[in-house]
């Protein structure tokens, strides 16, 4: 199992919650980008060990912000460098604020059989307050438009803990995407990352978040209401019917290799040992690097088994399944229980994680204090 | 220069902080060409970074300058840096043994301050002739003729011809030097007696090892002489002597009336002790100097690594430091809060922060530091006494028949507007007002008896702010009195926590354990069960706070770019983790123990 990543760092404006990679576009920037994107993969395609690769997700940013020739282009380029296997899934981020029928047919053609739309609240007054650039009504058009264009998989992106959101608002937006029906739903939890413009009001004092526990309250009432619609919880913001989980990011969790390429992309695979790279962050020396016929590889590190262990705990402790025992075996040769004896029996007697035969995996209370229940498994 | 002690002038100056006292000294060091003007940094003289940031003078130092007097003749200046706070008065009374005048410098705007006052009645005791000079003439608030009859009704010196000076714009500071020549004595003592030298300081120098700060009294000492100090009779090879330019320069021979240093082979300072007297152990002095009176440090606290490994680090230090400071006294304690660590004792509460900054600083170590005590005298049911300078080590309520606290006369002087707001303060830290008296119509010096347990902790903090920093004090012990204390003492889910006891008046209890509870729950970080945090005196609980339980610590997102990012956090969390202490269950930062300290 591998998977492909694409980044895409445009975006019509940025959200005031977002640190991700990406920045409003200006139409020849994006023209050159794409051009060296297609150089990348191409010089990837090249370079890496061929392998077929089960999923190819393209992330952002806003990946629909690219016209229907670009994404055309785009999954013709991938098709020439790659092995994607036929039955692979590959998904598009889109903003429902981009789309359109004609989008939506192109992006079929290309393959992409999954789409991930932003909604993140059904009420106006928040979607404005955290600078999202759609309307729920366009949201709802998004989706229908998506359907119709036969796409059969879509996520839609939620969020909890926004500012002057409260629970019955949460419930509420809940309800009307379940009712839709799509295949997946992710819930995050508001991070206020340093930097965003929201973290910066809310310094201010100018906006204010939800208290904890209320937070706290959304959460707890906001997994049972999708428990109850249908959607299993596969991941700490994941959430499923069942076979649609979504299967790019179980790698990430498996601490499975990936490849990702274009602006700022992390990479990790196996060569020569366990190996993460992170492309460069900056537009003009990513340009210059491909330019050189060089991959634009900005810091790259070899992770140490032990470390390497940890990862996969850190990682797939965040599935409900928690992590195989086999294949942790299979990778390193040991048990896990075996390596960590002490953690894996505290954890157990403080009722956050359990030890089935094929698993290691979190309770619920655990899950919630995954960050706490990690550091057992950090050595002094 | 030839030697010649007529024309050896040895003085000190004293001022209050701020007075610019460093900056006279910059300002004669350059008038002399002691220092190239491009070689000088601000406040030559405060050679250690702490002393530079906090604009004060620690150590005394010293610094040899020749200057040339109108008459044409060149004269040898020994220039003797003394500190100008309340806690390092100590200092200055061994500094003022090695001089015949000093300096009073005086800030034209503020007038004097209390522990002016009390430096120059030391130099008073001493016999040391006073040289008044009015600084800060630049600035437009200053009064010099106000400040000039100041000193003379307060002091009793005459002031009419003091140098009315700008240290800063170098304005006039010639006539200082002068007036030096003029008023100060050349030293007595005879440079062919058997050698006399007063230890007035000592430092441990990384490349010369310890090295004794001295006054020739009289007599010679030079490189190659076998010495003897007076008071230990142990006997070490000189090894090389010098002066102060203000780098340590050797020089062939210091004579009797000189300043300057002695490299002996002397492995640690203290067998030199502060105040000894060295002597040719070949032809031997009579008798020794009179030396100092050792002073006992007043305020003391607990002193742990953060990190219990680092306490063989913090063993070394505290021996490092003490070969600079002979007034800082430790020895080794434990907690059950924090493990191994030390009790060290200060001359007060700056001198604590001091050392403890150095500690952190000069030898890079994370500390944590208990609350500050003074020494209680506790007479138990059966007669027994006790001196306690640890709560933890105070024994049970029922066995103490009475206890006394050690009670100080402060001085201090203010501006007549803040009468009022000083006076609260000083009712509210259990004061006893002794008396009032005019300086002048504007500026008044209030005596009160206030117990030292509430002067350590926000004493000066408080008069500063509420005299806006016009008010400045001083104090000196007086007597120990009989009063009712009670330990407090803090439990965290249970668990008694001694690194956070402390012995307070019965009456300051309540107010005391609710503010501590308060801020122990804004410092301790959520733990995964719910934490009460009690104050007590005995089993009785007096105030009551919660910690509530930490539910969610999980993350939102981790996808592939998180990776690195998120191992970071753990790995910083785990760090955070080992540097908290464990009291029972609960862990606590070590900061905690010191945010505590700071609670109005």
């Known amino acids: 199992m591998a998977g492909l990543y694409i980044h895409i760092p445009f975006c019509v404006r940025k959200c005031a919650y977002c640190d991700f990679l990406s920045f409003p576009q200006a139409e020849a920037q994006r023209e050159l980008y794409l051009s060296a994107l297609g150089e990348e993969i191409r010089l990837a395609g090249r370079l890496f060990p061929a392998q077929g690769y089960e999923t190819v997700f393209v992330g952002g940013g806003t990946p629909s912000i690219l016209e229907p020739g670009e994404v055309r282009t785009l999954f013709q380029t991938l098709r020439q460098s790659f092995s994607i296997l036929p039955d692979a899934e590959i998904t598009l981020e889109c903003n429902p604020g981009t789309l359109s029928q004609e989008k939506l047919e192109e992006y079929r053609a290309s393959g992409v059989n999954r789409l991930s739309l932003g909604l993140q609240s059904a009420e106006e007054k928040l979607l404005q307050e ?130 990702g390429l274009g602006l700022g992309a992390h990479s990790a695979m196996r060569l020569g040992g366990w190996r993460r790279w992170e492309n460069t962050r900056e537009l003009e020396s990513y340009f210059q690097a491909i330019k050189a016929g060089r991959l634009p590889i900005q810091h790259q590190e070899r992770i140490e088994e032990k470390e390497e262990m940890f990862e996969c705990l850190m990682l ?49 209370a655990g899950l919630d204090m995954e960050n706490s229940a990690l550091l057992y498994f950090l050595e002094d | 220069m030839a030697y010649d002690r007529e024309r050896i002038r040895n003085f000190c100056i004293i001022a209050h902080i701020d007075h610019g006292k460093s900056t006279l000294a910059d300002r004669m060091m350059e008038l002399t060409d002691t220092v190239a003007l491009r070689d000088m940094e601000d406040q030559l003289l405060d050679t250690m970074d702490i ?78 002739e006073i040289v008044p000079v009015i600084n800060k003439i630049d600035l437009p608030s200053a009064r010099p003729e106000f400040v000039i009859k100041e000193i003379e009704d307060v002091i009793g010196l005459p002031a009419e011809d003091a140098p009315c000076i700008s240290a800063k714009n170098g304005t006039n500071v010639e006539a200082v030097l002068a007036k030096i020549v003029e008023a100060v004595p050349s030293p007595r003592g005879d440079e062919n007696a058997p050698l006399q030298a007063l230890i007035f300081d000592s430092i441990y120098d990384n490349y010369k090892g310890a090295l004794s700060y001295v006054r020739v009294k009289n007599g010679q000492v030079k490189a190659g002489m076998r010495i003897r100090s007076m008071a230990t009779g142990k006997e070490f090879d000189v090894t090389e002597v010098g002066i102060f330019s203000p780098a340590l320069k050797p020089t062939d021979c210091l004579r009797a009336g000189e300043v300057g240093y002695i490299s002996a082979s002397i ?48 063993k070394d230090a505290l021996d490092k430091l003490v070969l600079n400071d002979a007034s800082l006294s430790y020895e080794p304690e434990t907690s059950l809060a924090l493990g191994f660590g030390f009790r060290c004792g200060f001359l007060g509460l700056l001198h604590m922060e001091i050392i ?245």
Not at chain 1, 333 to 351: F, K, N, S, T
């Open chain 1, 130 to 259: 955290i600078g999202r650039i759609h309307s729920f009504p366009q949201f709802l058009d998004s989706f229908r438009m998506a359907r119709q264009a036969g796409f059969g998989n879509v996520n839609v992106d939620i969020m909890y803990g926004l500012p002057g959101q409260d629970k019955a608002q949460f419930l509420s937006t809940i309800e009307q995407v379940a009712a839709l029906g799509p295949e997946h739903i992710s819930a995050y939890c508001l991070i206020l990352e340093e930097g965003t413009p929201l973290h910066e009001r809310v310094g201010r004092g100018e906006t204010r978040l939800p208290h904890e526990d209320a937070i706290w309250d959304m959460e707890q009432e906001g997994r049972a209401a999708l428990a109850a619609l249908g959607y299993a919880r596969y991941e700490i913001s994941n959430y499923a019917k069942k076979g649609f989980a979504c299967r790019h990011n179980m790698n990430y969790w498996e601490n499975g290799p990936y490849l």
């Open chain 1, 316 to 364: 797939g402790l965040r599935m409900l399944k928690g992590v195989d025992r086999a294949a942790f075996q299979a990778r390193f040769g040991r048990d896990l229980c075996a390596v960590y004896p002490e953690a894996v029996e505290a954890l157990c007697a403080i009722g956050w994680a359990e030890v089935q035969p094929d698993a290691f995996m979190l309770t619920e």
């Open chain 2, 51 to 128: 002393e530079r940031e906090r604009g004060i003078t620690i150590k005394a130092t010293a610094v040899r300058m020749f200057y040339t007097h109108t008459d044409g003749r060149r004269y040898m200046f020994n220039l003797i840096d003394t500190p100008g706070h309340v806690d390092f008065t100590y200092e200055v009374s061994r500094a003022l043994a090695a001089c015949e005048g000093a300096v009073l410098v005086v800030d034209a705007t503020q007038g004097i301050e209390a522990q002016t006052l009390a430096n120059v009645y030391l130099a008073l005791d001493n016999d040391l």
């Open chain 2, 267 to 314: 492995k640690s300072v203290a067998e030199t002790k502060v105040g000894d007297t060295l002597t040719d152990a070949a032809n031997p002095a009579q008798e020794a100097l009179p030396g100092y009176k050792h002073v006992q440090p007043m305020v003391f606290c607990g002193i742990y690594p953060a990190d219990g490994a680092d306490y063989e680090n913090l």
């Open chain 2, 356 to 600: 403890q900054e150095r500690l952190e600083r000069e030898f890079d170590l994370d500390l944590v530091t208990t609350a500050p005590s003074v020494i209680y005298k506790v007479v138990k049911l059966d007669g027994t006494q006790l001196t306690i300078d640890n709560p933890s080590n105070l024994p049970p309520a029922a066995e103490i028949s009475y206890m006394e606290e050690p009670i100080v006369e402060a001085h201090i002087m203010t501006p007549s507007d803040y009468v009022g707001a000083i006076m609260e303060l000083c009712q509210e830290k259990r004061g006893v007002f002794i008396d009032m008296t005019y300086m002048e119509e504007t500026r008044v010096n209030i005596k009160y008896e206030l117990p030292l347990n509430e002067i350590i902790y926000d004493f000066f903090d408080q008069l500063k702010s509420r005299s806006r920093g016009y008010a400045s004090f001083d104090y000196e012990f007086k007597e120990y009195r009989r009063s009712e204390l009670v330990k407090l003492d803090f439990l965290l889910n249970g668990d008694i926590c001694d690194a956070l006891s402390t012995i307070v008046h019965k009456d300051r209890a309540y107010a005391k354990g609710r503010a501590v509870a308060e801020k122990l729950k804004e410092v301790i970080p959520r733990q995964q069960f719910e934490v009460p945090i009690q104050a007590a005196i005995g089993s009785k609980v007096i105030a009551r706070e919660t910690v509530r339980a930490l539910r969610k610590d999980v993350l939102a997102k981790c996808y592939g770019g998180d990776i690195t990012r998120k191992k970071k956090l753990l790995e910083k969390q785990k760090e955070g983790k080992k540097r908290m202490r464990q009291i029972g269950t609960v862990s606590v930062p070590s900061e905690a123990f010191m945010s505590v300290l700071r609670i109005n």
